[in-house]
């Protein structure tokens, strides 16, 4: 009896992936700036000309590794917003403590990630526009949840109410890029405000 793992074809990965994997590994390793696009086309073992085929410059090949990353984490996001068992306000909570903690230890865990995070923020302004308006999808249906539950009262709307609450948590977002706090002491001042908004929403008797 012949094995079909034996027969099976060698799965090779999308150019488009090697790519994005040199180019990922190299930033890490030497920052955005000193990566040419040279090196990222010899790390993947193609030329130069084939990489350009499939990313114009070296900015889409780093917004295209936020994109990627980012994709996993709104799936968290909507699970935390979807959670059954969590109220409303529990929901805020664990959504924007999420948020902290990943990018937090991200950029502590790789540094040149905040170089990169600064460049894509600077040249590609529409991303950043694109990410904060799926959180404000998110936070939305949060509020929305709590409106409808009576534990909440958002005398403008949740879609107001969520814009003013994106605005008030901006530093926790990327919080490298604005302070040198430690996480616990973020942490602290996260639920501190979160607590001041919630006093906020709360549904006056």
Known sequence: MIDDCDNAPDVRPEPRDVILKAAFDRILHYGYDKTTMAEIAKDADMSAGNIYRFFPSKID???????????????????????????????????????????????????????????IGRERPAFLAEERAREHVIVESILRQGVDAGEFSATEGPAFAATLVQRAMTKFSYPQLWTNESLSELKHELESLISLLMHGLAVRA
Do not use: G, W
């Open 61 to 119: 090949i780093a917004e295209e590794i936020a994109r990627q990353f980012n994709s996993n984490v709104h799936a968290a996001y909507r699970d935390i917003a979807s959670d059954p068992a969590r109220s409303a306000e529990q929901k805020l909570r664990a959504f924007f403590l999420f948020r902290l903690e990943r990018t937090f230890r991200l950029i502590e865990d790789n540094p040149k990630i905040r170089e990169m995070a600064v460049i």
